[in-house]
């Protein structure tokens, strides 16, 4: 019995271990299944990684957070740093970036980037309401950002209320499938039945991963159950 419970938890390790729920949805270094997908527990935890890889490597996290790679973007969330000169360090759009954004404000007269730079506190997330154009677009629209002190940098992750409205589509699972239906309409038909394939294969190969977790899950509890039952045995014959 004890090789066959040290056998399941290896496999334990092994595979319950990257699905274990724990912080709210994010790239490969968070789990697939989050039990907070909100875009709130989202910008949260991203503000988390931000100062984490400011400190590692400054200069390739400002890359990072401007390119969006090393899961630092996703569809309209990304994350913007200001230095204490109020230069825009990171941002996604280049126009923005390299650039005293003190005055920056919105139309309705809210300069909120000033009212980041004085508020920011380490180790500690605040609030701001303004109205900012998602990325690619002109137009103004109601926004929440999220913003800390992150060694020298304020850093923020915005959420805009329309993204809100649309829980669905901020957890990973709704972005693949937003991808996934417009990649649909742009796969040309030289290609369409590969992607067909593909799209089949990537399904049929989560149905196994889940199947693989359900049994291993069940292998444990039965486990548990005999450790539990040999150990009040133990107890009873002393």
Known sequence: MASKASRLAILAVLVLGPVAPAWACGDGEAPVSCDDPSPNGFASWMLGRVDRALKADRARALRDFTDGTGGFRTADT?????????????????????????????????????????????????????????????????????????????????????????????????????????????????????????????TAQGDQRVAAIAEARRELRAAASALDQAALGAARGK
Request: proline letters at 8%; charged letters at 25%.
């Open 78 to 202: 990304y994350v913007f740093c200001i230095g204490p000169d109020g230069v825009m360090t990171a941002h996604p759009n280049p126009i923005l970036k390299g650039h005293d954004v003190r005055d920056l404000h919105d139309r309705t007269g809210n300069h909120f980037i000033r009212t980041m730079l004085d508020t920011a506190k380490p180790g500690e997330i605040s609030v701001i309401r303004y109205l900012f154009p998602k990325p690619g677009s002109t137009v103004e629209e109601p926004k929440t950002t999220y913003y800390t002190r992150a060694e020298d940098q304020t850093c923020a992750v915005g959420v805009y209320d329309s993204d809100a409205a649309a829980p669905a589509v901020a957890t990973p699972e709704g972005r693949v499938a937003l991808l996934r239906q417009k990649l649909d309409g742009q796969i040309p038909a030289a290609a369409r039945a590969d992607w067909t394939a593909f799209l089949e294969a990537l």
